[in-house]
């Protein structure tokens, strides 16, 4: 049996099965293969579109591995940058602190007894700036003492 792709004059696409190519074609002479839609007995073979060849694809070729990056070249000129941003910034820390200790007293070591006293209302609130060791901070800011580190300079350590 062979199977044909067929149309009628109307364009109606359908299949037929034939014992052999002669076949249809007597049977087409006879007006016998009929459109199943329409009934038209002006059937032909359908045009067939050969099957597309996909060809032999060659295998995709290796990709070369992305070339690795550029090694960033270490920060130039660093240290003269960090020099420079520091002397900026030791300068805004100086008005920082000039700022905050203007209308401060400098009460100097009694700085936490001070604070804890401001604190519990024992003394008068007001301004006050001095020296705390680390632990004292830390210890004040646990009890609820709003404490602010002052910045402190190389230069002013001795
Ligand atoms: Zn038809």
Redesign the pocket.
Known sequence: MIRYGLA?E?G?AFDGWFRSSADFDEQATRLMVT?P??G?PKVAKALMAPALSQGRREPAPERAPAPEPAPRPDAPANVALVDDGASRIRDMLREFRTELTKNSEDVGERFPEVARRMHAREIEQKTVHGRASAEEAKALLEEGVAVQALPTFPDELN
Do not use: P, Q, R
């Open positions: 009628c109307a109606h459109c839609v329409c038209s």
